[in-house]
């Protein structure tokens, strides 16, 4: 098994920052991609930003250029920094592990709040 925990949800400002961690243990060794999905109220979970260990990534549309993502392989954590936060981008954002950049992995943690509201 593989545990994941993210951090840094938060209330932010239209146009804010924000940076979410997500630290994997156990059995890590079985993960090679870790990535980053998001669900709003009432909408279905969408993928925000994959990244495999060897650096290739993914991101969703809506968040090209605004969202980076990015993996600290020694920690094994995968960071997610937000910036020009929109309303829109409100949800509880979930870390995901898997060998597979095609699809989500059979990892999840327990999810973030990110609130973007004046």
């Known amino acids: 098994q593989v545990q994941l925990v993210e951090s840094g949800g938060d209330l932010v400002q239209p146009g804010g920052s924000l940076r979410l961690s997500c630290a994997a243990s156990g059995r890590i060794f079985s993960i090679s991609v870790m990535g980053w999905y998001r669900q709003a109220p009432g909408k279905q979970r969408e993928l925000v930003a994959v990244i495999t260990k060897g650096g290739s990534i993914k991101y969703l549309d809506s968040v090209k250029g605004r969202f980076t993502i990015s993996i600290d392989n020694a920690r094994n954590t995968v960071y997610l920094q937000m910036m020009s936060l929109k309303p829109e981008d409100t949800a509880v954002y979930y870390c995901?592990?898997?060998?597979?950049?095609?699809?989500?992995?059979?990892?999840w943690g327990p999810g973030t709040q990110v609130t973007v509201s004046s």
């Open positions: 995901n592990a898997g060998q597979t950049f095609l699809a989500s992995g059979p990892y």
